[in-house]
């Protein structure tokens, strides 16, 4: 890497890294312990992201967003991983299909989305279909004027507040899996969507995930994101680049957690010695450092290939996500126990970061739907 890239990638971390320290940690454990986040405080934080260049931080330059490289946001998403997952949403980071909004959509949906003046969801799983896309039951049939969808989804992150949800609907039952889907942006208040639930979770308190149903809900042919048919499309377009931020947040765990570690061992003492003495302690130490190591290399791979338009791009992705993702659950594991009662005490942030970090082997493709494609990649 050329030295003023890792200049610039090195400024563009700490001010990250700052702005989560004066604005976001203060507040994490609170926000953990109400399960939520004050609209007010949000809005606030939202707009000091603002102010530092940090919102919609994934966005192009033709939606108005920075136009970063992967290797960029690659940057950013480690640092974001610090941070837990509600008061993450303060980047703003947006969802990459808003790349095929139309004209007209871009005025009325991208633009205020990227004032920070609303928000939007996207909802593709279902009760009886996770990963499997042609298990997919929501249906949008073509009426005059637009569309009348009926079906339900769940564990839709924010759905329950979210202005806008962008759902993934089946609507032709006899077309191949490439042209049988559409994807529609569905306003909050429209008629016939009822949003059902919201989840408790092990861990993410604060974050939303919700369920909701849509009954003969009419959605115009304007809110169609992409062309009819074209969701399949649509959605593909980003999953990658999508899998590569969770592994991003996985080593910004991971590495989180390995810090609070190093100064706890050197300096607490068992059996008259150092931590750091005991051959057990640097055996979790040295392994949480090859780990995250060997994650962050993938990483920055897998960023380069994309950058460059490289096919291989989509199965480093694959492979990132779910080396980064497991690696995460055995860091946390880890230091969770080199802390012992200490770090299971929710008076440090260990035990958050062991259970957030346990979300990611299931979230954007779950660390098996990784290895079946790994594996099929391998194979041939």
């Excluded at 009325?108 to 896309?133: C, F, H, K, N, Q």
């Excluded at 308190?205 to 115009?220: M, N, Q």
Aim: aromatic share 6%; charged share 25%; net charge neutral.
């Amino acid at each position: 890497m050329p030295e003023g890239d890792a200049a610039e990638l090195d400024l563009l971390r700490r001010t990250v890294r700052g702005f989560i320290d004066r604005h976001l940690a203060p507040l994490e454990a609170e926000v953990d312990a109400a399960d939520d986040v004050p609209d007010e405080v949000m809005h606030r934080l939202k707009q000091e992201a603002m102010k530092l260049g940090l919102w919609a931080y994934n966005m192009p330059k033709e939606l108005g967003g920075l136009g970063l490289t992967l290797r960029e946001q690659v940057a950013i998403g480690e640092e974001i991983g610090r941070t837990s997952m509600p008061l993450s949403n303060a980047f703003g980071r947006m969802l990459g299909s808003l790349r095929f909004a139309s004209a007209s959509q871009r005025d009325w949906l991208v633009g205020p989305l990227m004032r920070a003046e609303t928000t939007i969801a996207y909802a593709l799983t279902e009760p009886d279909a996770g990963s499997d896309l042609n298990a997919l039951r929501t249906r949008a049939r073509k009426v005059e004027g637009g569309w009348i969808v009926n079906g339900a989804k769940q564990f839709i992150s924010h759905a329950d507040t979210a202005d806008h949800i962008v759902v993934l609907c089946v609507s032709d039952t006899e077309a191949k899996l490439t042209r049988r889907l559409t994807t529609l942006i569905v306003p909050k208040g429209a008629r016939g969507l009822t949003i059902t639930r919201r989840f408790r979770k092990a861990g993410w308190k604060g974050y939303h995930l919700a369920a909701f149903a849509l009954e003969d809900c009419f959605v115009p042919d304007d809110n169609v994101l992409g062309e009819p048919g074209r969701g399949f499309e649509t959605m593909m377009a980003t999953v990658n680049a999508d899998r590569l931020m969770v592994a991003t947040r996985c080593i910004g765990i991971a590495q989180a957690c390995q810090d609070l570690a190093l100064p706890w061992v050197r300096e607490r003492r068992t059996f008259g010695r150092p931590m750091a003495d005991h051959q057990a302690i640097q055996f979790a130490i040295a392994d949480n450092d090859v780990e995250i190591t060997a994650a962050r290399l993938l990483a920055e791979r897998c960023a380069a290939l994309g950058d460059a338009g490289d096919p291989e791009f989509r199965i480093f992705a694959s492979r990132t996500k779910l080396y980064a993702s497991e690696m995460a659950g055995r860091v946390t594991d880890r230091v969770m126990q080199v802390f012992g009662g200490a770090g299971y005490m929710a008076d440090l942030p260990i035990e958050r970061y062991w259970r957030d970090a346990r979300g990611f082997r299931i979230g954007e493709g779950t660390s098996e739907m990784q290895r079946i494609q790994i594996a099929r990649h391998v194979i041939g």
